[in-house]
Structures are given as C-alpha cells and as structure tokens.
C-alpha cells in the first residue's frame, strides 16, 4: 500500500470537510465549516504560488492520498510566521517566590501569564489521520514530510517552530480548563466557544481577558490538573514531537490549557539529517519503507515512504516510490531516514 503527501488542492474540499467532522472537536485549525476550510485552501493556495523566499504570513495545507484507492487519508498544516497579522496569545507558566519574615516561611506561587512571547515563529499543525489509515509508518510520513517541506524551502521558515497539542477535553464537550478559567468570563460553554474558535481565532478570549497574571491556586484542582496536559489522543503526537527534538517549555493555550511544543528548527531531527542527493537508480528492492522521500518545489511538492538504499552516487528508489513521486534517474530529491 503506498501513500503520498502533496498540496491540497481546491477539489479536496468535500474529503477535508469529512476528516474535519471525524475529529472530535478541538482542532481548531481543522473546523468543520466548509466556508472555513474553503478559505484555507484558498489561502494556501496564495502560497504555494508566492515565489520570493522570505518569512511570510504562510499556510501550506497538505492532503495524504492513499494512492490505490484515491482516497484521502489525513492532513496536515505549517504556518510559516504566526503573529504576523494578529498577536499569537499563550499563557506562560511561572512562580513568583515570597517570603515573610514574621512566619518565617517562604512562599512559592504557580501564575499564568498572558504573553505574545512566541510571535514570529513557525507552527506545524492542523495533523489528522483517519483511523482506519495508522498502519505503521503512515503517521511518521504524515507528520515528518512537513519537516523536509520545511528544509527544501529552509528560507520561508523561522529559526524555532512550535507545535500546538490539543489540550484535555470529554466526550460530551466539557473542557476542566475553560471551566476553570476563560469560561468564567464568556457566557458560552466550550462546545460554544470551540466551534467559534475555529471560524475566527481565539482572538475573543485574548480581548476579553484579564491581562494580569493568574494565581493558578485560584483555579479548581480540575483545572490545573490539565495545564500543559494533551489530550488522551494527542499523547502518541507529543512523544513523536518530543522525538523530533521538540520539547515543553511551560508556555499552555490560552483556550484549552494544551502544551505548546518548541524546538529550534535546525535542530529539527527531520530537519537535520536530510540530505539532497540525485537518483542513482530505480529498482527492485525488497523490504519495509526505511525513508521518507520528497521532491518538487512548492506546489509541486511531494512526499512518500520508500525503500531505499544510499551511496556516493546517489539513492536507489524502489519503483513504487518513484512512480508516487514521478522522479527518475538524475532528478533531485530529499530524504530522511524514517
């Protein structure tokens, strides 16, 4: 079975909607609202086409096809500079330490903190793939094909990346940290909240809330619990995040309390060990997919599994690979090891 990652296009309108209603909410940068997501591929579409290699206001949507059946698989997203056209919001956690004299004790606080701290940077996001697709291998290219994206347009992105995890939430739409905190000053419940979120920013919540630090003792105990939690779901992401040389930094979304990742892009490990190499050959080679291969600039970019040997002359690419990606002896492509 071979899968391969290109650019969305206008005609993925209807398979991007389907996957946006499979979600479970809280993927706020997959709504389900057609207009939506029209916008986005719209958008997305200005920048495949935008030609100068510089730090823009940038969003590359991808589609993973599985190419037996034609049938969209997954998606996923990079913002190239967040902030660029409104603040990007997080709280950041820290503590403040007191002490009093008369009691003789010292005191350590836990607070939140309103902070436009990681304006500028580029976000990877907006991932999903539908279950009946997460055999092994398929969630690694999904995810790390955005990375060699990144190395073979290095000039687009910034010097860190961050990765927004979807913070803790029930089946029946109940999220501890609204409750605890940004619910309390919104008559909306988070279902309510979620779904406006995702057609218009959580801009609201920053214009609404208060701008001075949070005593987190003031919170309920549920609340807190949750604070730099992702949710159940989001946990195999965070250790391939975390793999990826991503780490937690105590900066939390400001809507649902889920960790915000952070790494230096360089120091990517995707990032860091592609190579660009010409194809040696195309040939019969047996065995599991052992890098993810990429070609093609912008929207022509393209992604896939393959078996794959490398020597001084170049890769040799099994031919179900090659075909996915339509390279042959002499054209350039990118690779990792899986």
Same mark, same amino acid.
């Given at each position: 079975?071979?899968?391969?990652?290109?650019?969305?296009?206008?005609s993925?309108?209807?398979?991007?909607?389907?996957i946006?209603k499979?979600?479970?909410?809280?993927f706020?940068n997959?709504?389900?609202?057609r207009p939506? %997501?029209?916008?986005? %591929?719209?958008?997305?579409a200005?920048?495949?086409?935008r030609?100068?290699?510089?730090?823009?206001?940038?969003?590359?949507?991808? @589609? %993973?096809?599985?190419?037996e059946?034609?049938?969209v698989?997954?998606?996923?997203? /990079?913002?190239?500079?967040?902030? =660029?056209?409104?603040p990007?919001?997080?709280y950041?956690m820290g503590?403040?330490?007191? $002490?009093?004299?008369?009691?003789?004790?010292t005191?350590?606080a836990e607070l939140?903190?309103?902070?436009?701290?990681?304006d500028?940077? =580029?976000?990877?996001?907006?991932?999903?793939l539908?279950?009946?697709?997460? =055999?092994a291998?398929?969630?690694?290219?999904?995810?790390?094909?955005r990375y060699l994206f990144m190395? #073979? $347009?290095?000039?687009? *992105?910034?010097?860190?990346?961050i990765?927004?995890?979807?913070?803790?939430h029930?089946?029946?739409g109940?999220?501890?940290f609204?409750?605890?905190?940004?619910?309390?000053f919104?008559? #909306?419940?988070f279902v309510?909240a979620?779904? *406006?979120?995702a057609?218009?920013?959580?801009? *609201? @919540?920053?214009d609404l809330?208060?701008?001075h630090p949070i005593?987190?003792a003031?919170?309920?105990d549920?609340?807190?619990?949750?604070m730099?939690?992702p949710h /159940?779901t989001?946990r +195999?992401?965070?250790? #391939? %995040?975390?793999?990826?040389?991503?780490s937690?930094a105590?900066? @939390?979304? /400001?809507?649902?309390?889920g +960790?915000?990742?952070i790494?230096q892009?360089?120091?990517i490990?995707t @990032?860091?060990?592609?190579r660009?190499?010409?194809v040696?050959?195309?040939?019969?080679?047996?065995?599991? +997919?052992?890098?993810i291969?990429?070609?093609g600039?912008?929207?022509? *970019?393209?992604?896939t599994l393959?078996?794959?040997?490398?020597?001084?002359?170049?890769i040799?690419?099994?031919?179900?690979?090659a075909?996915?990606?339509?390279?042959? +002896?002499?054209?350039?492509v990118?690779y990792?090891?899986?």
């Amino acid at each position: 079975m071979s899968f391969l990652l290109r650019p969305a296009q206008d005609s993925d309108l209807a398979a991007l909607y389907r996957i946006a209603k499979s979600t479970g909410g809280g993927f706020t940068n997959l709504p389900p609202d057609r207009p939506a %997501l029209k916008a986005k %591929l719209r958008r997305a579409a200005g920048c495949f086409s935008r030609q100068e290699d510089a730090p823009a206001d940038d969003l590359f949507v991808f @589609i %993973l096809e599985n190419t037996e059946s034609n049938r969209v698989a997954g998606t996923c997203q /990079i913002f190239a500079r967040v902030g =660029s056209s409104m603040p990007f919001y997080s709280y950041r956690m820290g503590t403040m330490t007191q $002490h009093s004299q008369e009691l003789d004790r010292t005191f350590r606080a836990e607070l939140l903190t309103l902070c436009t701290d990681l304006d500028g940077t =580029s976000e990877v996001g907006g991932l999903f793939l539908d279950a009946a697709e997460r =055999s092994a291998g398929v969630g690694k290219l999904l995810a790390r094909s955005r990375y060699l994206f990144m190395a #073979m $347009h290095r000039a687009r *992105f910034a010097d860190r990346t961050i990765a927004e995890l979807r913070g803790a939430h029930d089946d029946a739409g109940n999220s501890p940290f609204w409750d605890g905190l940004a619910g309390r000053f919104f008559e #909306m419940s988070f279902v309510e909240a979620d779904e *406006f979120n995702a057609r218009h920013g959580n801009q *609201f @919540i920053a214009d609404l809330m208060p701008k001075h630090p949070i005593y987190t003792a003031l919170l309920s105990d549920a609340a807190r619990a949750v604070m730099g939690q992702p949710h /159940i779901t989001g946990r +195999p992401a965070m250790r #391939m %995040l975390e793999q990826e040389g991503f780490s937690f930094a105590g900066y @939390i979304d /400001i809507f649902d309390g889920g +960790p915000t990742m952070i790494a230096q892009t360089d120091q990517i490990r995707t @990032i860091r060990e592609s190579r660009s190499v010409p194809v040696a050959a195309v040939g019969e080679t047996d065995g599991e +997919p052992n890098h993810i291969v990429a070609c093609g600039r912008l929207a022509s *970019f393209r992604a896939t599994l393959a078996h794959a040997s490398v020597t001084e002359d170049g890769i040799t690419l099994n031919h179900e690979a090659a075909r996915a990606l339509g390279v042959r +002896p002499g054209d350039m492509v990118t690779y990792a090891p899986v």
